[in-house]
């Protein structure tokens, strides 16, 4: 059994928000292998299906971002899942370009509060994550709004390629084949900003 689980906020007003990239990776996991993610259980819209082959249970907590590790350590109880090869975090990073993917198998928060708070109620850094990345708060944008806010339209393309390389990643580690993973996606491509460098050269 595997969790695999998105971070986001709840609330309508926050779809398709930079901070809910983890919710809609979540969304088109489910629409790809035709789970619904519908049933509320430990603080999460949850919902189990399969992916190649391995039972999984998809994920949005619904504690709002700063709160996940309490959904997640609730999840995480119920099913008795090693956090280290049977838990997959998604999340957006603003230190990435959209478009970007960084995976990892264990790691710090990196300054996300949401990651911090999973780390709290866990006790260690010991698990799988996917961030996402959506492009670097321009300077004098405060954060909060930066991250709340909406993608623009050059941005898009780019962010859907990357839920797509974070979908075709996580195929990857069910199968064992997190490493394998790691070396196709954990390198620059398709990502907004390597997009703009090509048309300047």
Known sequence: MFIIAGLGNPKKEYDNTRHNIGFAMIDALADKYN???????????????????QKVIL????????????????????????IET????????ISL?????????????????????????LGGEGFQRIRIGVGEKPKGYDLADYVLGHFSKEEKPFIDEGI?????????????????AMNEFNRKGNSLNESVDSTLK
């Open 35 to 53: 789970i619904s993610v519908l049933n509320v259980k430990n603080k999460a819209l949850t919902g189990k299906g399969i992916i190649n082959g």
């Open 59 to 82: 994920a949005k907590p619904l504690t709002f971002m700063n709160l996940s590790g309490e959904s997640i350590y609730s999840l995480v109880d119920y099913y008795k899942i090693d």
């Open 86 to 93: 049977e838990l997959i975090i998604i999340s957006d990073d």
């Open 97 to 121: 370009a959209p478009g970007q993917i960084r995976i990892r198998k264990k790691g710090s928060a990196g300054g996300h509060n949401g990651l911090k708070d999973i780390i709290r109620h």
């Open 164 to 180: 797509k390389k974070a979908v075709s990643s996580v195929e990857l580690m069910l199968a064992g084949n997190t490493d394998q």
